[in-house]
């Protein structure tokens, strides 16, 4: 069994990653800013992530999971807004892969999954930051990939469209404040995108992040958990 870190672990996406590989028999350590985590922990900062590093020492498998979106016409956004995005879903992955993966590879073994998003793949209207984000994780992704590809390390991308956690409820809100739709209806909007007409679960998540963390084979990808609703 393998011990691996979840960052942003604690609710959400990485909550279910965790759940479900704790239930599988690893070792699950969670990191997040609030107290309910394994250790608490800014990965935006690259002091805290140092100490992080030095307090669970290395791990087979990290799991790169925090982030957030503000939702936004691209007018409307700010150079705070941006830079907030690029800090939680650029930064941390950066920080985070820098700070473990020397273990990795003096180890010649190591998985590092990136919870990215069909975002990264496409485009959609009033989340361009976060979009933008998503592209460089991706990118991040595929570049690392083959650095590290004779070095028992791989680094892949978890890609799920729509997910029913805690932040798309949040952007129903600012969006149905917006445009006087009801929250639900806004949740509705998001669900349809789907082709299968459905949300995609953390559970099916989880289940694609285990198959990475099992199959050496795979590296540099980008996998798309959608329904279809796009196929790159």
């Not at 800013?33 to 669970?56: F, H, K, L, Q, Y």
């Not at 998003?117 to 994780?137: E, F, L, N, R």
């Not at 209806?185 to 949300?199: H, K, S, Y």
Request: contains cysteine; neutral net charge; glycine residues 10%.
């Amino acid at each position: 069994m393998s011990k691996i870190l979840v960052t942003g672990g604690t609710k959400g996406i990485g909550a279910g990653i965790a759940e479900a590989l704790r239930t599988a028999g690893h070792e699950v350590i969670t990191c997040a800013r609030g107290d309910d985590a394994t250790i608490r922990c800014d990965v935006t900062d690259a002091s805290e992530v140092a100490r992080m590093r030095e307090t669970i020492g290395p791990v087979d498998v990290l799991i790169n999971n925090a982030g957030g979106v503000r939702t936004a016409p691209f007018q409307k956004i700010t150079e705070a807004d941006w830079d907030w995005h690029f800090q939680l879903n650029v930064k941390s992955v950066f920080l985070c892969i820098k700070a473990f993966l020397p273990w990795m590879i003096e180890k010649q073994y190591g998985r590092i999954i990136n919870v990215a998003s069909t975002a990264g793949k496409i485009g959609v209207p009033y989340i361009s930051a976060y979009v933008a984000t998503k592209h460089a994780v991706i990118g991040l992704t595929r570049s690392l990939a083959l650095e590290v590809a004779d070095k028992g390390v791989t680094v892949n991308a978890v890609c799920p469209s729509f997910v029913d956690t805690p932040m798309l409820r949040e952007s129903s809100e600012i969006v149905s404040r917006k445009t006087g739709k009801s929250v639900e209806e806004m949740v509705d909007v998001f669900r349809m995108r789907n082709p299968q007409r459905r949300f995609v679960t953390t559970g099916e998540i989880a289940l694609a992040v285990e198959f990475l963390i099992e199959n050496g084979a795979i590296n540099g990808q980008a996998l798309s958990l959608c329904g279809g609703e796009t196929f790159s």
